[in-house]
């Protein structure tokens, strides 16, 4: 079972240390934000498994973190928090957190817990793939086994970077992806000339997919941020 990706928010240096000294040890990939902001950047950036987020942050309650990662994921949110009160727990948890832990927390029970989320993200993945081999939105359809789309029946010929865009977008239909995301998912890193090589792609991709170039059908540019492929009905 490969160990997902971790962001870590949080702001106290002691707990973050031992939070993050415990994931290195048992072999889990980590990102660390220190606030609210950084932490919806990350998020945003970098597309973690899970996410470790205290509550009590500097510039941001935790709860607006949620708020903010829910309208664009779904990924698993385990809350780290000194409030012990059950209305904390409720307000968390109705804004979308997965899990809530209590400090002073054991190292044991932090493990058990993201030992609960993998086989949960496992399982999900796995019915997820079985159910979704082929992906259809509207006109179109990726087959993701076949590795090949068709647009109103007729075979689309896709380079392999198209192809591999599509596939991304198809798989987050309905969410905004940001520069960064795309480039790291497609080239695995994300320079300025790879954003710039993004958009030529992008285009390229439009022309073979959308009915005309003024009016967008599957996919929409939000600018200076990325693109989001559209729920068609």
């Known amino acids: 079972m490969n160990k997902p990706l971790i962001l870590v928010v949080e702001d106290d240096a ?13 072999d889990y ?21 899970i996410v470790l987020l ?33 209305n904390d727990k409720i307000e968390a948890l109705d804004a979308g957190a997965d899990d809530y832990l209590t400090k002073p927390f054991s190292v044991e029970e932090l493990l058990a817990r993201l030992r609960v989320t993998q086989r949960r993200l496992s399982y999900m993945t796995a019915e997820m793939l079985a159910a979704n ?14 590795g090949c789309a068709y647009l109103d029946g007729q075979e689309l010929h896709l380079t392999p970077i198209e192809y591999k865009l599509l596939c991304l977008l198809s798989k987050n239909v309905g969410k905004v992806l940001t520069h960064t995301f795309i480039t790291q998912n497609i080239w ?31 996919i929409q540019t939000h600018i200076g941020v990325g693109y989001r492929m559209v729920r068609v009905d």
């Open 133 to 146: 081999s082929v992906f259809v939105n509207g006109k179109l359809r990726v087959d993701y086994a076949g």
């Open 188 to 218: 695995g890193r994300s320079w300025d000339n790879d954003v710039a090589s993004l958009r030529v792609f992008m285009a390229t991709l439009r022309k073979k997919l959308e009915p005309t170039e003024d009016s967008p059908e599957y």
């Open 29 to 49: 990939r980590f990102l660390v934000a220190a606030n609210g902001e950084a932490a919806i950047l990350e998020a945003s950036s970098h597309n973690p498994d």
């Open 14 to 26: 002691p707990v973050r240390n031992l939070i993050t000294t415990t994931l290195k040890t048992n």
């Open 54 to 86: 205290d509550l009590g942050l500097p510039d941001m309650d935790g709860v607006q973190v949620i708020q903010k990662i829910r309208t664009w994921s779904n990924l698993p949110i385990i809350v780290i928090s000194a409030r012990s009160e059950d």
